[in-house]
Structures are given as structure tokens and as C-alpha cells.
């Protein structure tokens, strides 16, 4: 395998890519997993799209020939695709049906035209819509170049769910520190009150238990899923006019209804008792499973070998554990930071402890250095990571520079971050929830503020019951979040911006955790 650098995209290759390549390829001699961690501008993806086109080369015969690349966002797939496809390379995509138009009909996605096809059987044989749907349909010709394909690059949520994949040789998990939170997604269950007693016209009683939550759900909320979905698919077919045509509404409708009912079937043959969280709250019911372990080999049994890249694996064990995979069968590579450290500079400046029981008091003394901070870039813009909702408010309402705020709530942060990216102004992000998947590079953000850090909330039932039964775990994810959101605004080895730690708090959490961060960030931590 010496001739790797044959398929290598770039003329230059650099040294923190030559030694994860190497690596990886003496790994797979003997191992199925290489978990390989690099900082932001590591390079990751050249890494993965040339380990694929080497291993391509070696087919041991049980798995396809060819690779899979997963992301968790589709706009990180549409940058795989804008590096890796023709003509620069064989990379094809794919997405859900409900991200391609019907060819037929304009106004429906694929994945509703489909759904109603399917319900409407040999009813719709010979109309246009179903002869357009089958010879000419954009989702089915792109799921057939992507199967045809040797590269082929998709997102975590479609990929658990297409059961009709088979198993490739090489699997590559980009940002693989969100693959547990993918897995538990794929197999959770949230189910709205609105449509049990407005759809199915059901009473929801009061339950005792999650156990009898559980028992309520199979023996009579599944049955009138089920009733209810017959009758859809029923009314499809009778309201099928002599074109071939239904109600657009309907057609939407029993897509929605037709992807949950298949869900809840595939939670009923998952749940265990001891091993899922119930959440009963005014909006919904919920169960979601407390560890990906136990499901991982749906997505494993993908690959022959397995190549998982992130930023942010941290702890080797606590992440082989959330997975399920033997480490004996992992080999590990953390690479260093090639961004000059001048350039990255991180300064703890604390203002005042933001753990529930000191937040109120310490909030006028927070408020106070972001001012200051913000005096001292007044041209500049930012990103101030909050923690939560409450924090982001109390600084934007008590701060002086509020006109320069573009604060985040529960429904706008597409809208505030078109904004930032737009304006000509010096604004400033307040944000509970862009630690991830948020690229603020160059003047998008010559300095970021961490306020409070990204402790999660122990009110959640999931949180409270994972830090019960995992030791380490909570400050793991804490860590894990930390590392996320200082790495927003410097992008490339050029890029620079200040980072300022104000939460009292991390003084102790640092000291406690330091073992387990890249020395590139312990190098640029100023105490």
C-alpha cells in the first residue's frame, strides 16, 4: 500500500496527513476501526477520500468494492461533494426523497409522490404521474448512481435509514463524535398529543408508570396508528380521480403519517424497559434509548474497515464505550494543530460562577466584561456562546452594546446567521446552540466569548439519568461542546480570533479535565 500518494487530491500533502494515512493503512493490517482526531484545518476529508481510493484497491471479496462517507449535516455533505465530485473525483450523493421536487408534480417532494404511489398499489398502473414517477423520477435515478457508484457520500439520518445498502469495504464517519446522538435519534420516538386526540381521536390518561405509558402505547395508541394509516391509504385510492390525480393535501399528510407509522415499528421491536428514557411533557411523548451501544452494528456492519474522524474524541475509552466497540480493535491517532498559536490565543477571564446557584448573582458582573470585551473590538464582529436561553437574554437586555446583538432564539437562528454573514455591521452572535456546524471564519468572528460553559442540563430526564449510570460522562460532553465551540472562528492556518473564558467555573473544570485535551488547546489556554 506505499503507492497511497498516488491517490491523494492535493500536489501537497502534509505532514499531519501523511502520518494518519500511514498509520491507518499498518492499522487495517490488524484492526477494523482507526479513530483518528485532528483539529479544525486538519485536512480530514483528504485524509478519508484517499484512504478509500487505496483500499478500493484491496477487495477481500465479502464486502462491495467502495466506500461510504457519512456527515451529520447535509451542507457538509454539499462540501464533500463540491471537493470530491466529477471532475475532480467519482463522489456521488444522496439524500432523503423529501429533498428532491417530483418530476411530475412540482409542488410535491419525491418522497410524497412516492408515499402515495405505493398507497394508491395497481391503481395508479398506467396513469402519467406513475409512468413520469418511474422513468423519470430524480430521487431513484440519484439513489441509482449513488448505489452504482464506488464513492458515495449521505448523512448519518439517511443512512440508518435506507435498509437496502449493502456493505461496502471502507466506512467513513466524519465528525464522529455525533455518532452516538445519530444512532439514538434513528430508533427514537417522539409522538405529538395534538395527533393522538385530534387525528385519532384519542383521551390520554394519566399514567403512573412509564411502564404504563409503554403498555398504553402499543395496546392502543399502535392499533389506531395503524387504523388510521389504513384509512389514508384507503382514501388515496377512492379519491383517485380517472387521471390518476389525488389531493395534494392528502398525499402530504399520509407521508408524514406513513414514515411515523413505520417508525413506531421498528421502536416496538427495539425497546427494553431498563434501557430507554419516557418523557411525558404538554406538547409530546417520547422514548429514546440511554445508550447507542447496543445498536451500533447497523451502522458498523457498513464497512470492513472503519475510519472515524473529529475534532473532538477526547477520551478514547469514553468513546469506544458510547459506541460499543472493542478497543482492542481500535487504533487511536490524535494529530496536532499546524494553526500558529498567536493566531488562536484563549484567555480565562473570570467574571463570576454560572452554575445554576450563582447565575443570578454573577449575571451584572458577567455583563460588565462583555462590554469591556466588546469596547476592545468595536469593529470586529463575534460570537458570544451562552449555554442557555436565559444567559443569552440577560446580556443582550443589560448590555450596552445591544444594538450590535443578534440574539438567538428557539426559531431563528437560520435567519440571525444569514444576518451576521450579510451585514457590513460589526454584529455579534449571542447563541445557546452554535457550538457545532457554524463556520465563522475570517471576519465572520475576530473574537468569540464563552459566557457560560456548555454544562447540559440535568432537569432533562436523558441527562440526569446518563450522568447517574456513566461516571464521567457529563464532563465528557461538557468538554466535548467546550472544544466545539472555541473551534468556530478560526478556520484556516491564517485565520485568527481571541477567545475569552469568563465562567468562573472553568477554572475547576479545567483543572479536572486538562488530561484529557489536545495539547494544542491546553497550549493556548491562558490562566
Request: proline content about 4%.
Amino acid at each position: 500500500m506505499t503507492d497511497w500518494k498516488k491517490n491523494f487530491p492535493l500536489p501537497v500533502i502534509r505532514s499531519g496527513q501523511e502520518q494518519a494515512i500511514e498509520f491507518a493503512l499498518e492499522t487495517f493490517k490488524t484492526k477494523k476501526y482507526v479513530v483518528l482526531e485532528a483539529p479544525t484545518g486538519a485536512g480530514k476529508s483528504m485524509i478519508g477520500v484517499t484512504l478509500a481510493r487505496t483500499l478500493a484497491k484491496f477487495s477481500s471479496g465479502d464486502f462491495k468494492t467502495g466506500s461510504y462517507f457519512l456527515t451529520t449535516q447535509k451542507m457538509l455533505q454539499d462540501q464533500y461533494l463540491t471537493d470530491f465530485a466529477p471532475p475532480k473525483g467519482e463522489l456521488v450523493s444522496i439524500k432523503s426523497a423529501a429533498n428532491f421536487q417530483c418530476s411530475y408534480h412540482s409542488e410535491r417532494t419525491c418522497s410524497e409522490s412516492r408515499n402515495a404511489l405505493n398507497a394508491m398499489g395497481s391503481l395508479a398502473h398506467g396513469t402519467r404521474w406513475f409512468k413520469t414517477c418511474m422513468g423519470q423520477c430524480p430521487y431513484k435515478q440519484a439513489k441509482k448512481d449513488f448505489i452504482e457508484g464506488v464513492e458515495g457520500v449521505t448523512n448519518y439520518s439517511y443512512f440508518l435509514l435506507d435498509s437496502g445498502l449493502e456493505p461496502r469495504q471502507f466506512l467513513v464517519c466524519d465528525e464522529a463524535h455525533t455518532i452516538a446522538d445519530a444512532i439514538c435519534k434513528w430508533i427514537s420516538i417522539d409522538i405529538s398529543k395534538k395527533f393522538i386526540t385530534t387525528a385519532l381521536s384519542l383521551d390520554i390518561p394519566k399514567f403512573k408508570t412509564d411502564a404504563d405509558l409503554y403498555q398504553w402505547v402499543v395496546k392502543t395508541y399502535h392499533p389506531e396508528l395503524t387504523i388510521y394509516h389504513t384509512m389514508l391509504k384507503e382514501t388515496i385510492q377512492n379519491d383517485m380521480d380517472m387521471s390518476g390525480e389525488i389531493n395534494a393535501k392528502i398525499a402530504k399528510r399520509f407521508d408524514t403519517v406513513d414514515r411515523h407509522f413505520h417508525k413506531m415499528v421498528e421502536f416496538i421491536q427495539f425497546y427494553y424497559p431498563e434501557g430507554w428514557i419516557v418523557t411525558d411533557n404538554e406538547k409530546s411523548i417520547s422514548f429514546k434509548p440511554l445508550d447507542a451501544a447496543k445498536y451500533s452494528n447497523s451502522l458498523f456492519r457498513m464497512g470492513e474497515k472503519c475510519l472515524l474522524m473529529s475534532a473532538t474524541i477526547l477520551d478514547i475509552d469514553m468513546f469506544c464505550k458510547d459506541l460499543g466497540i472493542d478497543k482492542n480493535d481500535v487504533g487511536f491517532l490524535r494529530l496536532d494543530s499546524t494553526f500558529p498559536i498567536e493566531n488562536r490565543k484563549i484567555d480565562y477571564v473570570p467574571m463570576g460562577k454560572m452554575s445554576k446557584a450563582s447565575q443570578e448573582a454573577s449575571l451584572p458582573n458577567l455583563i460588565s466584561g462583555v462590554d469591556i470585551i466588546l469596547d476592545g473590538h468595536p469593529n470586529s464582529k463575534g460570537i458570544i456562546h451562552v449555554g442557555n436561553f436565559v444567559v443569552g437574554k440577560a446580556i443582550y437586555e443589560g448590555s450596552k452594546h445591544k444594538s450590535r446583538f443578534l440574539l438567538q432564539d428557539e426559531f431563528n437562528k437560520e435567519m440571525i446567521l444569514a444576518e451576521h454573514f450579510s451585514s457590513t455591521k460589526p454584529t455579534v452572535l449571542i447563541s445557546p446552540s452554535m457550538t457545532e456546524g457554524v463556520d465563522l471564519k475570517d471576519d465572520l468572528s475576530r473574537f468569540q466569548i464563552i459566557a457560560k460553559l456548555p454544562f447540559p442540563y440535568l432537569g432533562d430526564k436523558y441527562v440526569k439519568a446518563k450522568f447517574d449510570k456513566q461516571d464521567g460522562w457529563y464532563d465528557y460532553v461538557t468538554l466535548r461542546a467546550f472544544v466545539q465551540s472555541i473551534g468556530r472562528s478560526v478556520r484556516h492556518e491564517t485565520d485568527w480570533a481571541a477567545t475569552y473564558i469568563l465562567d468562573e467555573c472553568f477554572d475547576y473544570f479545567y483543572k479536572k479535565n486538562k488530561h484529557r485535551l489536545p495539547k494544542y488547546i491546553t497550549d493556548s489556554i491562558k490562566l
